[in-house]
């Protein structure tokens, strides 16, 4: 098959989006197919709209030896690309790559306080981006989800009977050897998250505080954040920001913490962090939203988190660190899932999804 993944981000961003096509390209191309990944040039950087235009154009432009089977697009981006296909009648499939429902996130923005809301949602997304998605998910051959939970919503919103809608979530890197973790009386925290309101990170930082009451001499690392200055956060003392790392060394991190803390709002994927964490052996602390649920079960492999009472919460966490037998059962049951996840094993499925779709 000829495959293309398109997304209007920038070709470095290094983000969950690039990651997970990146992921999934690769291995298609490693079981033979021609699988290739299309990014924003700068020029188009800001406009989706135009990335739209630009992708159907190649599409026509493309021999027809070397059209692809299958594009596979975030969110409207192959929207101009699903009207070329219908209009013209070419046997290219379309799918909406779906990394987050835009409506999902938007219901949970909604319902926040105006002040704790970073970047917030514009008149014109609802006016231009929301109806765009919708109709790209009206016109597409199918769409791809990487949880249930926006599998379903997108089905409902949408309306999607009779088109194809595939389950594949995001998927690890895993070291069969890597575990059995050793928990110190010094424990270090880690949270892997971008300074937003989806990301929650003023909560866990609350909840650490409160933590730090209990445990002093304790310390939280921020990596990650994309922001120099994070308030209440100084250049000294038990809370250090990170604000970027490379992914490649990451798991100097996850080596050296034995705890993740997630207090996240909203996820439109099964979260890499916290499943690269748990391929560490890491125990992880998250909150209870729908798309974490759907692989981490309290008390099982991971504790979940209220994510309103941080005091409660870091109550809950460390109760925990005070056994020594959870700690090692959370981390055993947590690898596991890891392994269940690991990105071989996605990358099966979105095969065989593919297969049919052609």
Not at 18 to 46: I, K, Q, T
Request: net charge positive; with cysteine; proline share 4%.
């Amino acid at each position: 098959m000829i495959l293309w993944f398109a997304a209007s981000i920038a070709p470095a961003s290094r983000g969950g989006v690039h990651r997970v096509m990146e992921e999934f390209a690769g291995g298609l191309r490693s079981r033979g197919h021609a699988a290739v990944c299309m990014y924003s040039p700068g020029s188009l950087r800001h406009s989706y709209v135009a990335f739209s235009v630009m992708l159907a154009f190649k599409l026509l432009t493309t021999p027809k030896h070397r059209k692809p089977d299958i594009i596979l697009a975030r969110s409207s981006d192959g929207l101009c690309s699903s009207v070329a296909v219908r209009l013209l009648r070419l046997r290219t499939k379309v799918i909406l790559h779906n990394h987050g429902w835009e409506q999902n996130a938007y219901a949970v923005e909604s319902r926040l306080p105006r002040l704790r809301i970073t970047h917030p949602t514009t008149w014109k997304a609802h006016v231009i981006r929301f109806p765009l998605v919708r109709l790209a998910c009206r016109l597409s051959h199918g769409t791809l989800h990487g949880t249930v939970y926006e599998a379903r919503s997108t089905t409902r919103i949408c309306k999607v009977a009779g088109k194809r809608v595939l389950y594949v979530p995001n998927g690890v890197k895993t070291n069969r050897n890597i575990w059995n973790r050793a928990f110190p009386a010094r424990p270090d925290f880690l949270c892997v998250a971008n300074n937003t309101w989806k990301k929650n990170l003023d909560y866990v930082i609350d909840t650490f505080r409160q933590i730090t009451s209990c445990i002093p001499q304790s310390r939280l690392f921020l990596v990650g954040t994309g922001t120099e200055s994070i308030t209440g956060v100084s250049g000294q003392g038990p809370i250090i920001n990170i604000p970027s790392e490379n992914p490649d060394r990451m798991g100097d991190w996850y080596a050296k913490c034995p705890f993740l803390i997630s207090g996240s709002r909203y996820e439109g994927g099964h979260s890499l962090a916290i499943l690269e964490a748990m391929s560490w052996g890491c125990v992880c602390f998250v909150s209870a939203i729908p798309s974490t649920c759907e692989f981490v079960l309290h008390n099982r492999n991971g504790i979940l988190l209220e994510g309103i009472d941080s005091l409660a919460d870091a109550q809950t966490i460390v109760e925990t660190l005070e056994d020594a037998n959870v700690l090692s059962r959370l981390s055993s049951r947590g690898f596991q899932t890891a392994l269940r996840n690991r990105w071989g094993r996605q990358i099966d499925r979105l095969e065989k999804a593919l297969w049919k779709i052609r």
